[in-house]
């Protein structure tokens, strides 16, 4: 899968199958290496393939004929293989576990295989007894270690082993609906999104179409999402591909979403609660974009002084409803009458819902006249009465001449 170069412009997701071979499909997956690495492992294990195999012809194991000796060489060299590329899966704790973990094994099997020579037990009951605690404790100490093997501390090894983080990739697909609402593009201006972002061609293809769309609305939505996409490509911070893995038994977007998050060990970032729901159920982390958004919004306790600009009445007598800058939802008792008027408010409490949070609070018509009334009086007095003998502030010198001097 091959970086998308077109600065400017839409992406190419109406193209036909038959433009798709021009470009490379070579998609880094999160175990995979470089072009040359590939060749040279793959050259490998065809050498190791064939040597099992003329092993198995030469040999012919359990007095086998040549034929099915190489055919059991073959099988094995595929098995081995197979065992291979299951391990570059783990990680470097559990493989010094498990290898911890099968010494101790086979150390504890021959010692206690030492018991057992001093027995008077027949030589074959003793051979496969010996046999049988052999394979039971390599099993059970290679399982074990495994699973402890988290628990070790490579970095009390002096970065001996390096750091196991700087190669592992962050691949995270991107889904139609983060697209179209553009604030993924934000997310990862602020460095809070880095590594690989995968776009899967389905997800292009249900974008064009949304572009391409007779609705206004709906075209209007799919052009911001390609600007977004546009955009994206552009930051340096992040390698932005496409997926052109399809599956063609699947008509639904988001299940495909879920077997290429599969498939790839990749994260999910959306904005739909639908498809959050049903990847997480199958194991599938999701980096939803509205959460986000809620953990960003400022935290308002009960008690706290606000000034919101009422924009409309509520549901409730004699309620006033705002909105925060973060589209945060303010529900004020008694602000009815303050429509199109920025009051101050008392926060009352605050709930918390699946579509976000709402805020109640509190308009207090007296707090407001009774600073009102002082200013009001303050401006009504005339500039230049003196105060009363009982006392009182001075009023200031007027700064405009007096009439009847010169």
């Known amino acids: 899968m091959p970086r998308t170069s077109n600065a400017s412009g839409r992406p190419q997701a109406g193209a036909s199958s038959e433009q798709s071979p021009a470009k490379p499909a070579i998609l880094q997956r999160a175990s995979q290496e470089g072009p040359g690495a590939f060749w040279d492992i793959l050259t490998f294990r065809m050498l190791f393939t064939i040597v099992c195999t003329g092993a198995g012809y030469h040999f012919r194991p359990f007095g086998l004929t040549s034929q099915y000796g190489a055919i059991g060489g073959f099988l094995f060299a595929l098995s081995v293989i197979l065992f291979e590329l299951r391990l570059r899966k783990a990680s470097l704790r559990r493989l010094i576990g498990a290898a911890i973990g099968s010494i101790m094994g086979i150390l504890g099997a021959y010692l206690i295989s030492l018991i057992f020579t001093h027995t008077t037990i027949p030589e074959s009951t003793r051979s496969f007894f010996s046999l049988a605690i052999f394979l039971v ?73 949304v572009a391409d769309s007779a609705d206004p609305l709906k075209r209007q939505r799919g052009r911001r999402g390609l600007e977004v996409l546009a955009r994206i490509q552009k930051m340096p911070q992040l390698d932005v591909q496409i997926a052109d893995d399809d599956f063609a038994h699947i008509a639904d977007v988001d299940m495909k979403l879920i077997e290429l998050a599969k498939r790839y060990d990749a994260k999910v970032v959306t904005n739909d609660f639908n498809l959050n729901k049903v990847a997480t159920l199958q194991g599938i982390e999701i980096m939803n974009v509205n959460l986000l958004a809620n953990a960003l919004k400022p935290v308002v306790l009960p008690g706290e002084i606000m000034r919101v600009f009422i924009l409309r009445e509520g549901k409730e007598y004699n309620q006033g409803v705002a909105y925060l800058d973060d589209g945060t939802m303010v529900v004020v008792d008694g602000a009815r009458k303050m429509i199109n008027k920025t009051i101050d408010i008392s926060v009352t409490s605050v709930h918390q819902t699946t579509a976000g949070k709402m805020i109640f609070g509190r308009y207090d018509e007296r707090g407001e006249q009774q600073p009102r009334a002082a200013a009001t009086a303050g401006a009504e007095a005339p500039g230049g009465t003196r105060p009363s003998e009982g006392g009182g502030e001075r009023p200031p010198r007027p700064l405009y001449p007096e009439s009847g001097r010169s």
């Open 137 to 209: 404790m390599t099993y059970i100490g290679l399982v074990l270690g495994a699973n402890k093997g988290d628990m070790l501390n490579l970095q009390a090894f002096g970065g001996v082993f390096g750091s196991e983080k700087s190669n592992r990739h962050s691949v995270k697909l991107l889904d139609t609906s983060v697209i179209i609402d553009g604030r993924v593009a934000d997310i990862a201006e602020a460095l809070f999104l880095d590594g690989t972002i995968i776009i899967p061609h389905f997800v292009l293809r249900e974008l064009q179409l």
